[in-house]
């Protein structure tokens, strides 16, 4: 609970501006769904089979993944907000629609008949009498919606759409529970007081909801517009990162030294990619000109490719190739340090048996437990080839959630995890990576990718993010980790630091 | 007694009106005048076609065959909205709208020609009161706070605020419990004097039938077998057809009326009229030629006309 405290008062800024990004992003998706749904509900109310075609249109796409959609979106509209939005509204179009058409057509057919026989104008029986009495299920179907959505938009995040999936994405990430536990409870308790919120709203006449829900619009629609416009007008170099700290810091680097040689070029930053496959495709669609990423990624899924060698420096030649033969894209010099896989030890365990290699490791293998995360236990590139490899024989070895295994080491249920070699836990800990002797999983070194675009517009960007080039030991970016993802400092703050440490910037 | 002859032009006329559903005639063949200022009931069996002559007249269901005309006009030639401007509708539950206060449900066929909810107030208010409502505590109140009765004047209240040239009444009362659906009957009995407004009311209720109309259609299976004066309805059905819904007791005696109780006391210095062994069919006609509508049967036991009706409506339950 104190941790949840703290870290509340530490992000505060950030959270604020990821509620709000998480409620306009909700809000505006819902509001523009039910500008869709209860017109077409309308329109349909009195053809029943197109009626009945479109609810189970609407349901069609309920059941669409929503991480397919925001695929599909994104050679179409970019990356950010506006993927967001669409989607969002995709999901809240079925309870809206159905829900109205509903409650537009279960109307008493006596009522109805009445309102025939007494001359009524079509409008007059839409807004006196068809929509006030449909209006109990429109709500409850708004109600849904918004809650559905509020749960959904964590997956704006993904697409660098901001919001409180950011945390929990993070969290995930940085086996940090008290960051994750902050996204996923202030997107419950969203939905939750929206949800009331709208049942408080349900008792107003037509007429003020109207105006509630027209300021409403009105007030979102035009703050994400100018926010929209304004990035528009601006943007000339785009930076994004995966989720998490690294990325982030890294980012903030690449940004500085960009602007020093280039002071007037504008640049903005957009952290938080959840996922791989969107940041490149955002890449490969000039949404976004340059981000951070791994020899190791490049080759084992960006352009598959069965690795020549484990020694890093012919990695990255092979992947620098792969990228210049296949893209249009120009992997720049990588850094110093790797994250990939590997074993670590508490330092009690490590000075007991001497352990400095896997294969010291291998020695006292039989006497010792070990706890591993689910996919590296799995993987034949993880814990199944490496036992191989190494003939390890632990004495009891779990998979687990990732944060648990930490748990697991800090209360000597096991003396061995998996981690990665960045990873701030190393230091918090204080645990013993051990060295890869064997050389077996391959090497992980970061390094920009860089459209060709943006190079021949701005040569001189290679020359400034060639600056990092054999830059940044794992020591030390396992410290910027610490700062930035336990610590709660700012990426950027660590990120000037350092560069103004090694005088890369003046 | 009212004026049951009425003669003037037809308001609504009916001609060689045939209605058909998938070659199934729900009415055929109607030929029906009725006049502006009557009372007309139009009474038969379940699916003999009342409820889709009603309709026809405010255009909620449009014939196959024949023409219609309302104020010598054919329907066909005005516009649908205008027509049913003139037209009051009553349905059989009331259907009062659930979210609209009882001055919002009432003011609505005034609405329909313009007037605005707070404009109608004052009509409403005096309406309401006519019908027994007291409008400073009725106006605000929602139809679920409303007895069926209540719900049902309302309704009717409705109907009549628009000042329409006709009312057409679908079994108003027919969900009502026996003390309300006879005060009901008194009020439109009430309202139909007062304003000699034309009613078209449909009912399956014999006793109804013959309180209220001024003159009566019987329908049976889509065909319109007679239209008279209730009088003339039970003393000289048409067919079987009538004679089963009016005169199902043939062979019934005079005695059977007095048994019931269905006599008055007095009047002793007459000479009886008709004897306890005649049949009901002398009665009615005994009646008919009795110059203040009523016979002495015994010494002392009179037979009036309304008690004739009443007995007859109550034994057709
Ligand atoms: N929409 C329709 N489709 C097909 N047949 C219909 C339709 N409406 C009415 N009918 C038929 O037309 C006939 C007359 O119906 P109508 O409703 O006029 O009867 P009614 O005399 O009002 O009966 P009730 O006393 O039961 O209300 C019935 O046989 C009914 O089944
Ligand atoms: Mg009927």
Redesign the pocket.
Known sequence: MTSFINFIQAQGDTLRNALFTHIGLSLVSVALAMLIAIPLAIALMNHPRLGEVMLQITGVIQTIPSLAILGLLIPIVGIGTVPAIIALVLYALMPIFQNTYAGLTQIDANLLEAADAFGLSWWYKLFKIRLPLALPLIFSGIRIALVLVIGTATLASLIGGGGLGTFIMQGIQNNNNTELLVGAVCSAALAIIFSIGLRLLSHLSLKKLALVIGLLIVGLGGAFGFQAYQQQQHQEVVIAGKLGGEPEILMNMYRELIQQENPKLKVTLKPNFGNTTFIFRALQNKQVDIYPEFTGTVLQNLYPEKLKSHNPAQVYQQAHQVIQEKSDLTYLKPMAYENRYALAVDQQTAKRYHLKTVSDLARVSPQLSAAFENDFYHQQDGYQGLKRKYQLHFKNVKSMEPSLRYEALKNHQVQVVDAYTTDPQIKVQKLVVLKDDLAFFPPYQGAPLVRNELIKRHPEIQKSLNRLHNRISESEMIEMNYKVTVKHEKAQRVAHEYLKSYRLIR | MRNTNVETAPLIEFTHVD?A??K????HNLNLSIRAGEFFV?V????????????MINRL?EPTAGTITFAGRPLVDQSVNDLRHQIGYVLQDGALFPHLTVLENAAMTLNAIGVSTKDAKPQVASLLDEVGLDPARYLNRYPKELSGGEQQRVGIVRALVANPQVILM??PFSALDPVSRKQLQDLVLNLHEKRQTTIVF?T?DMDETLRLGTRIGV?HQ?HLEQVDAPSVLLQKPKNSAVSKLFLQQHGHTVSDVIAHGYYETGNGDEIPRVTVEQTLADLAQALLDAPNAAVLVNQNQVITQALYLEYMANQQE
């Open positions: 209605k559903y998938q199934q005639f729900a009415v139009l038969g069996a379940s699916g003999s076609g009342k409820t889709t002559t009603l309709k269901i679908d079994e449909v399956h329908m889509g």
